[in-house]
């Protein structure tokens, strides 16, 4: 199985949405600098999904020779320009923000009522916050709530599976073991999708800096009330919408803090202004976050990025 993660399925969409005679005028290699060969015959962005401190970025990006390899630096969020403008200094006449987007939105709104079985969903990998979580499930008191937890290390493909997954089979074994914890593995983004219609909180105690966050656009555009951690980019991605959990790095506090906080959603999540913000959020993400209207912002660049190297 080839990896399938954010940045492939966002390549996807923009291969789907955008004419490809525009894109074949263009060079576009994601998150790693020259793991395709620039080319000598069009315009060449790198469009970066990846943090600034990532191994496969980090080294490419302090050799300030480099920045002038690529014409154009496409990133996914203004988080991530920022924190390469400042840790690298790349040229900021390079740069532009163009954030991530998706393309499946309900139909319909799924109100909560009061005395049902409240179910949580987990959908990233394991060393994003997994350990966090089930450390706060098991403080969690409130017999209706559940959490389904999709994390494997699958996503990236076989390869990375048979290299990385047994480091964290302990985390697996945990999920397994809670009573009021489901532990689902792995599942492709249409199942997921599919089965979102079926949950009420997106609980994401997220301890790694994320530069965008398309699992919680995709949670958050279905109405689930997101508990998160103000880290990296998610408080840009989540805007006003969720409970934020303040970040730290003492991860069982750390858990506390954010099985205080889904005790007290659970107990807000039937009231009226509860269903209200369900609503605006909603039409928040389908206005902001559409590739329907993504293809206009890559369009109007790719053009304007032609028109300058003329």
């Not at 390899?69 to 990133?75: E, L, R, S, T």
């Not at 840790?87 to 991530?100: A, E, G, M, Q, T």
């Not at 609980?203 to 990296?232: D, K, M, Q, R």
Request: glycine letters at 4%.
């Amino acid at each position: 199985m080839n990896p399938i993660g954010g940045t492939e399925l966002q390549y996807n969409l923009l291969c789907k949405y955008v004419d490809n005679e525009l894109l074949n005028k263009f060079q576009i290699t994601t998150s790693v600098p020259e793991k395709h060969e620039l080319s000598k015959t069009k315009i060449n962005i790198l469009w970066i999904q990846n943090s600034y401190d990532q191994p496969n970025v980090a080294p490419w990006f302090k050799e300030k020779d480099n920045h002038n390899k690529y014409d154009w630096y496409v990133f996914n969020s203004h988080w991530c320009a920022e924190k390469y403008r400042m840790v690298f200094n790349v040229p900021s006449n390079k740069c532009v923000v163009i954030k991530n987007a998706i393309e499946k939105f309900p139909n319909i709104i799924k109100e909560y009522k009061q005395g049902d079985p409240i179910n949580l969903i987990y959908t990233s990998t394991p060393w994003r916050g997994l350990s966090v979580l089930l450390g706060a499930m098991q403080l969690v008191k409130n017999p209706l709530i559940k959490c389904h937890v999709y994390s494997s290390t699958k996503i990236y493909g076989d390869n990375f599976q048979q290299i990385n997954d047994e480091m964290y089979k302990p985390l697996y074994d945990q999920a397994q073991q809670l009573e009021n914890v489901v532990y689902k593995g792995y599942a492709t983004n249409e199942e997921i999708m599919h089965n979102m219609k079926d949950y009420h909180i997106y609980a994401y105690p997220n301890i790694w800096e994320e530069t965008s966050c398309i699992s919680a656009i995709e949670a958050l555009s279905f109405g689930l009330h997101g508990i998160v951690t103000n880290y990296g980019a998610l408080y840009e991605t989540c805007s006003e919408w969720p409970t934020y959990v303040q970040y730290s790095d003492d991860y069982k506090n750390l858990a506390r803090a954010f099985a205080y906080a889904i005790e007290g959603i659970a107990l807000q999540l039937h009231t009226d202004g509860m269903k209200e913000l369900q609503k605006s959020q909603m039409g928040f993400y389908r206005k902001f976050y559409n590739w329907e209207n993504r293809k206009h912002e890559w369009t109007q660049f790719l053009k304007g990025a032609l028109d300058a190297k003329s």
